[in-house]
């Protein structure tokens, strides 16, 4: 008789899994699979969905891309870099932030950081604050990474700012809708991360990452 999922808890666990060392059901192997599992390259299932992509991921695959694309498609080709690449810090910071930041957070800290370039572009110099501790430490390493990317731009830096705010107010907007209309079945409260993390997955698999691409990184 199969134990249950480890990590649903829920299914029972049929399919030997090298990422963690047990076995796991089939329906968390289409849908963690390089989301929460670290898969090795020579695993069979990855190899075979990579090839031929499951029914359930690729249903998942859809739902996402119907969520997220209404909320880019207006965005020009810098803002839309800017999107994921500062989509890319928030998630390199939840990975490494205790506590993890839930959407919320990053809701509130996106918005911070907006409204504070927002401001400025009026030429009004005032730092909105996030109501949270996680958000406000989020929206810290925001503000510094946008800083910088507007420093090395020189004289675009005012238009960066104007960029990155626009794209920040679309992440904003992600991260509050996501729980409502794609919400994640095993952490809802985060499902808005768990999407751009297999957003994010799935490109990086689909091209090669240059060895010392460890942080995400933009050229305007």
Not at 15 to 41: F, H, N, Q
Not at 48 to 69: G, I, N
């Amino acid at each position: 008789m199969n134990a249950l999922c480890p990590i649903c808890a829920t299914r029972k666990a049929k399919r030997a899994c090298p990422g963690i060392g047990r076995d796991i059901c089939s329906v968390c192997c289409g849908t963690k699979r390089l989301v929460e599992i670290a898969c090795p390259p020579d695993c069979p299932y990855l190899a075979s969905a990579r090839a031929h992509p499951a029914a359930v991921v690729q249903r998942q695959q859809d739902r996402d891309m119907r969520f997220l694309l209404p909320r880019i498609s207006d965005l020009s080709e810098p803002q839309y870099r800017l999107f994921l690449f500062l989509q890319g810090v928030v998630l390199q910071y939840a990975r490494e932030a205790d506590p993890t930041p839930l959407d919320i957070d990053v809701a509130e800290a996106t918005a911070t950081v907006a409204a504070t370039l927002e401001t400025a572009g009026k030429g009004i110099i005032y730092e909105h604050q996030a109501a949270t501790i996680p958000a406000q430490r989020l929206a810290a390493e925001i503000r510094k990474v946008v800083a910088e990317v507007a420093q090395r731009n020189g004289a675009d830096a005012a238009r960066v700012e104007r960029d990155a705010a626009k794209s920040l107010r679309r992440i904003e907007g992600a991260a509050r809708a996501a729980q409502a209309e794609v919400p994640d079945a095993t952490y809802p409260d985060m499902s808005w991360l768990a999407m751009s993390t297999r957003l994010m997955s799935s490109a990086a698999a689909a091209e090669p990452v240059k060895p010392e691409a460890d942080k995400p990184r933009i050229v305007l």
